[in-house]
């Protein structure tokens, strides 16, 4: 079964505007990471949060973890045209070594 | 320089017919993945070697079969291909089981 799930599915902005990406999950986590994908490319590791921090920053990406509601987000700040791509969240589950990764957020980012 | 490289990059063949993809990593990653990404874009773990030994093999038919030579390469061989196979499938490597993976470009499968 599927680990993570992400909302929205699509989101469509203006260069310069802010996109928030929301991920939820299902069971304990000692991590979670952040992959974008481009059209026709394999995925990209963004950022890595642990389970015991709350915020963290990369440049114009912010993502924040909340274990208690099993939720995270990732915000993108002073979007451009070439963050246009699919981004996934992604958990190891349980005692597997399986990286589980969710249904992905499509974004577009309009000139 | 490429990381992970993983060839062909486009794999197009009849039903029935055999196939591999190739995969390298040149990171000294220990780890090694293969993963089936849908029309729907939902990316799934099939097989996972960690020095060449076999880790992870999840529900897959047995006509997939993976193969790693050394601990640089990860190769999947298809049998008996079937329309449903028709997918992108990805390599990946990590240093470790919660670390980030590294992925190749895919190889985009059709069975005509």
């Known amino acids: 079964s599927q680990q993570g799930e992400e909302d929205p599915q699509a989101l469509s902005i203006q260069e310069g505007e802010n996109a928030t990406m929301n991920c939820s999950y299902k069971t304990s986590i000692n991590n979670l990471q952040w992959y974008r994908q481009n059209s026709g490319r394999g995925l990209v590791h963004l950022i890595l949060i642990r389970s015991n921090e709350r915020e963290k920053h990369s440049g114009r990406l912010r993502v924040t973890l909340d274990t208690s509601k099993k939720s995270s987000s990732l915000l993108i700040t002073a979007s451009r045209a070439a963050d246009t791509a699919s981004y996934f969240c992604a958990t190891v589950l349980g005692n597997t070594d399986k990286l589980i990764f969710g249904t992905g957020t499509r974004l577009q980012v309009f000139p | 320089d490429t990381a992970v490289s993983q060839t062909p990059k486009y794999l197009v063949t009849q039903m029935g017919n055999d196939k591999s993809i190739k995969c390298e990593q040149n990171l000294g990653h220990d780890t090694m993945y293969w993963y089936k990404q849908d029309s729907k874009k939902f990316l799934k773990i099939m097989f996972s070697y960690n020095n060449k030994e076999l880790i992870i093999n999840e529900t897959v038919p047995n006509r997939f079969s993976p193969k790693s030579p050394d601990k640089a390469h990860l190769n999947l061989h298809i049998n008996s291909l079937e329309l449903g196979d028709s997918a992108v499938y990805f390599c990946?490597?990590?240093?470790?089981?919660?670390?980030?993976?590294?992925f190749g470009d895919g190889t985009r499968l059709s069975i005509l």
């Open positions: 990946a490597s990590s240093q470790g089981r919660e670390e980030p993976q590294h």
